[in-house]
């Protein structure tokens, strides 16, 4: 069974930091591109953080830009996202996924892996 699991999540005060964690099972993600999503109540699901299969390129939105850090390590079958300075538009849930192609892609509807998701909540 093929799975992305997500952890990390909790509740923080702003200015704090969280680190997600997403690990593969099943099947390796390591030629694929992933990413970090999340959905806000209210709010549709929105891209936040993507990286390549290699792990040599990223993008990330600019609501985030220089707050959080992705990254990966294909021998573990992981990827991470390191997020600091939190504020409380952060709060979400936030969801791992894995796409079909090598190379960074935003569109939502390439990512074909998903997980559960895990909640943020950041206090003001």
């Known amino acids: 069974q093929v799975q992305l699991v997500e952890s990390g999540g909790g509740l923080v005060q702003a200015g704090g930091s969280l680190r997600l964690s997403c690990a593969g099972s099943?099947?390796?993600?390591?030629?694929?591109?992933m990413g970090w999503f999340r959905q806000a109540p209210g709010k549709e699901r929105e891209i936040v953080a993507a990286i390549i299969w290699s792990g040599a390129s990223t993008y990330y939105a600019d609501s985030v830009k220089g707050r959080f850090t992705i990254s990966r390590d294909n021998t573990k079958n992981t990827m991470w996202l390191q997020m600091n300075s939190l504020k409380p538009e952060d709060t979400a849930v936030y969801y791992c996924?894995?796409?079909?192609?090598?190379?960074?892609?935003?569109?939502?509807?390439?990512?074909?892996?998903w997980g559960q998701g895990t909640q943020v909540t950041v206090s003001s």
């Open positions: 996924a894995a796409s079909s192609v090598a190379y960074i892609i935003t569109t939502e509807a390439i990512y074909d892996h």
């Open positions: 099943g099947r390796t993600f390591s030629n694929v591109a």
